[in-house]
Every structure is written in structure tokens, then in C-alpha cells.
């Protein structure tokens, strides 16, 4: 006949170590992501949960989403994700300038109007500038371009304009919509 036999064998799974914040705020700035594992593991962090491109045990974070850490030890293995947003007090005035006047009379200070953005924190910006009878007299997307003052080759007079503008922050959680008025000095 046939002859059966049986061997039992323990398996131990083994649960790899792995800390990190699930959660971090940016502002502008870099902020460098730091994972904790046990001193046996390998770490690395990186933009895809595939690991095609891994970096080291820590890794420099510059716009918001996804960022993935993996802690490798014994052939197991363990992956968690990590959150990074804007900060929802950064896509404010108080980080985007909003100049009220500016004095297009050719002496190198404030000679041109446009949104300052110090922190690199604008994706994008809707900027449209009117005159008091409603026309508009400038528009943008750019947050690079400026308003030199002139509407249809020539240089306005000193006056008060209306101007909306719509900001978009990176990673597109925050926005912010401002209406108010610039002072044209000559």
C-alpha cells in the first residue's frame, strides 16, 4: 500500500517595529520625515507605496501628500503612510503679502503691484484689477507677473482700484478669496 506520513512545523511570523507620525503639516518650508524601527531593520522612505525609487531612513518632504515608510527585517516587512498637509493657517495674508498701494514713478521701490509669496505656497492665482467705473484693467494667472500700471499703453493716473483675487494654495486643500482696493501713487 500506500504509505502517508505527517510533520508538523512552528512558523513564527515576525512583526517588524515601525514608528512615524500618520500626520505632519507643511508651510511653505521643507519638513524632513523621520521613521523609528528597531536597530536590526532596514527603513526607507518614499513617494510610491511600490518603492521604486527608495531613499533612506528619513526623507525631505517639500509639497504636501502620500509619503510611504517601510521597516524591512527577517524577509518581513512592515509599511505605513504618512499624510502630509498644508497647514491651515498658511494659506492666510498673513503668509501671502497683499500690497494696498504701490508707486509706479520709476525710482526702483514699489514700482510694479503683484501678490509676494514668500513661502512658494500659491499653485496657482486669479488676480483681476479694476478701474472705479468696473473695466478691468488687468488680469493674471501668473504669480510672476506684475502690474506695471498701465492700461492700454498708457500709464494711469494716481486713483484707487478694486481688485479680486483668487488663491489657490499647493496641494489644493486651502484656497483664499480676497476682494479689496489698491492705491495707484504718482
Known sequence: GDCYDTISQHIAVF???????????????????????????????????????????????????????????YGCQTLVATEVRLSPTCCTEDKIKIPNAFSPNGDGQNDTYFIKDDSNIIEYLELKIFNRWGQKVFQTSNKQEAWDGYFQGKLLNTAVFDYHLNIGCIGGQESLFKKGDITLIR
Open 15 to 73: 512583526e517588524v517595529p515601525l514608528e512615524t507620525a500618520t500626520y505632519q503639516e507643511i508651510c511653505g518650508k521643507p519638513i524632513w520625515l523621520f521613521a523609528e524601527s528597531n536597530d536590526e531593520a532596514s527603513v526607507e522612505w518614499s513617494l510610491s507605496p511600490t518603492f521604486s525609487a527608495p531613499q533612506n531612513d528619513s526623507i525631505l518632504a517639500f509639497l504636501p501628500g502620500t509619503y510611504f515608510v517601510k521597516a524591512e527585517q
